[in-house]
């Protein structure tokens, strides 16, 4: 088990796959709520990736899978996550990186793509104008008082709201700390994102019926050289559409 000390203590868990290759190695960021293996592993994007000859990184965030998960929102936000991918760039020696983020994970990876000069490429997937309009995920679909109150009530049939039911269905699903994850979901990302400082080539990659990705052709016009691409499927299932995985390395190889 691969784990690193971020910079404020909290333990963080990554996985490593490596290749013989010389391309810059891929470095996935996961979901809210998801972990490496949840958004990445299971869906055959790891497998697609090695299998052309990439080296891997996938990081579990502070609060998910299998990192450490403080019950503290000061210890989270995506702006603390964007820390912890730069801590393990420097770990593991890192001079260039291809940086995938999918939902949670793309805030971060956008976040990221405007600090650190390493990034040779850049995937946004699962989100769209809420990246600009909100600052981060779209919480005008699901977030704020919704989400905390389904994340700690210790009744689920006290959730009236459909949405946040799913969240808290997901949660039961994968096993995760609701606490942790309320904390995150208290302390997400909703500054505006300096986009335009993003140099490296981006791809923004949506589902086509995904209610947190809508519009996503306004995040694609923000950031200096983005392409759009969108597949079918929502939140959930665009991951596993028979598309994104071609997209992806289409981007990547080019």
């Not at 949840?38 to 090695?50: I, K, R, S």
């Not at 109150?149 to 039911?165: G, K, Q, S």
Request: charged residues 20%.
């Amino acid at each position: 088990m691969a784990t690193f000390r971020s910079g404020d203590g909290v333990e963080i868990f990554y996985e490593l796959w490596e290749t013989a290759s010389a391309r810059p190695p891929v470095l996935l960021h996961h979901g809210f709520i998801a972990d490496g293996r949840t958004n990445w592993v299971l869906p055959g994007v790891v497998a697609a990736l090695t299998a052309a000859g990439r080296r891997v990184v996938a990081i579990d965030a502070r609060g998910h899978g299998r990192s450490g998960k403080p019950h503290d929102p000061a210890l989270y936000g995506e702006s603390r996550m964007s820390d912890d991918v730069i801590a393990l760039l420097d770990l593991l020696g890192i001079t260039e990186v291809d940086l995938v983020g999918y939902s949670m994970g793309a805030i971060v990876a956008l976040l990221t793509a405007t600090r650190d000069a390493r990034v040779r490429r850049l995937v946004a997937g699962g989100v769209g104008a809420g990246v600009v309009e909100v600052g981060g995920l779209d919480t005008r679909v699901i977030g704020g008082e919704r989400l905390l109150h389904a994340l700690r009530t210790d009744d689920p049939a006290a959730i009236a709201d459909p949405a946040a039911a799913g969240f808290r269905a997901f949660v039961e699903a994968v096993g995760g700390d609701r606490l942790a994850l309320a904390a995150q979901a208290a302390a997400a990302h909703a500054d505006p994102i300096p986009l335009e400082l993003v140099r490296a080539p981006a791809l923004v990659l949506a589902g086509a019926q995904d209610p947190l990705a809508t519009r996503p052709e306004v995040l694609a016009g923000a950031i200096p050289d983005a392409v759009l691409r969108t597949v079918p499927g929502d939140h959930t299932s665009a991951l596993r559409d028979p598309g994104f995985v071609p997209a992806l390395l289409d981007f990547l190889d080019a």
